[in-house]
């Protein structure tokens, strides 16, 4: 049964279009994460959700939009695609990282522009 | 300067070596390390956590932190291929307990 999964796996799409990319977890976590890592590997942290509430939100272009319907759940949608969109895109989920606790990823949503 | 910084490889060892790994950091006030290991086309799973300075050990891996020179290190023994993946470094502070700043990772190759 997977703790955090995401979908679609895989995503390839024109420039200029919109797309969603949908996330859930049944860990019973309280916080999840969107993050992007690119091409070079590294990953970079977009969003965070503490029973929906919105609690980091880095330096994104507002054409990226989260929800989070409830705790299990954490969607992305992204307006107006650029080249530059195209990455992997990973959720994540935990319970608190007060005391360094643990990150539990999905398996990624590869995104393509071309 | 990055806050984190993490030579990314490749690094290519027999089966068998001693793998070291390091992370350089700029920022004192972290207190949380961690190591995440990362199989291609997956997302990265926790791997070693260690709180202030110190060494922990789990089977084959060793984390160490040396917070006086801001230098954390993974060890990994009797390398296996299946150890083959990107090593991450990873860390924050209480006051910012829910931000982890990252590496850029490692690419190990353990070749048979």
């Known amino acids: 049964d997977t703790a955090v999964s995401q979908t679609p796996k895989y995503l390839v799409t024109q420039m200029g279009n919109d797309k969603s990319i949908k996330c859930e977890q049944n860990?019973?976590?309280?916080?999840m994460y969107w993050y992007k890592q690119d091409s070079k590997k590294f990953l970079k942290i977009m969003f965070s959700?503490?029973?929906?509430?919105?609690?980091i939100n880095e330096t994104v272009p507002n054409r990226f939009s989260p929800k989070s319907p409830d705790k299990a759940h954490l969607n992305l949608h992204i307006n107006s695609l650029e080249l530059g969109d195209s990455a992997v895109y990973f959720c994540?989920?935990?319970?608190?990282?007060?005391?360094?606790?643990?990150?539990?990823f999905g398996e990624g949503s590869r995104l393509t522009v071309l | 300067q990055k806050e984190v910084e993490q030579d990314p490889g490749p690094l290519s060892v027999p089966e068998g070596a001693i793998v070291s790994l390091n992370c350089t950091y700029s920022?004192?006030?972290?207190?949380?390390f961690m190591w995440y290991r990362q199989y291609s086309r997956k997302g990265p799973e926790l791997l070693m956590y260690?709180?202030s300075s110190g060494n922990k050990e789990d089977g084959r891996f060793t984390a160490q932190v040396d917070k006086s020179s801001k230098y954390i290190s993974l060890f990994i023994r009797d390398s296996q291929p299946s150890d083959s993946a990107t090593y991450l470094c990873?860390?924050?502070?209480?006051?910012?307990?829910?931000?982890?700043?990252w590496g850029l990772g490692t690419s190990l190759a353990v070749n048979p």
């Open positions: 860990l019973g976590h309280d916080t």
């Open positions: 260690t709180y």
């Open positions: 920022n004192s006030a972290f207190q949380y």
């Open positions: 990873a860390m924050n502070n209480a006051g910012n307990n829910r931000k982890l700043i």
């Open positions: 959700y503490n029973n929906k509430e919105l609690i």
């Open positions: 994540a989920s935990s319970q608190d990282l007060g005391v360094g606790g643990e990150l539990f």
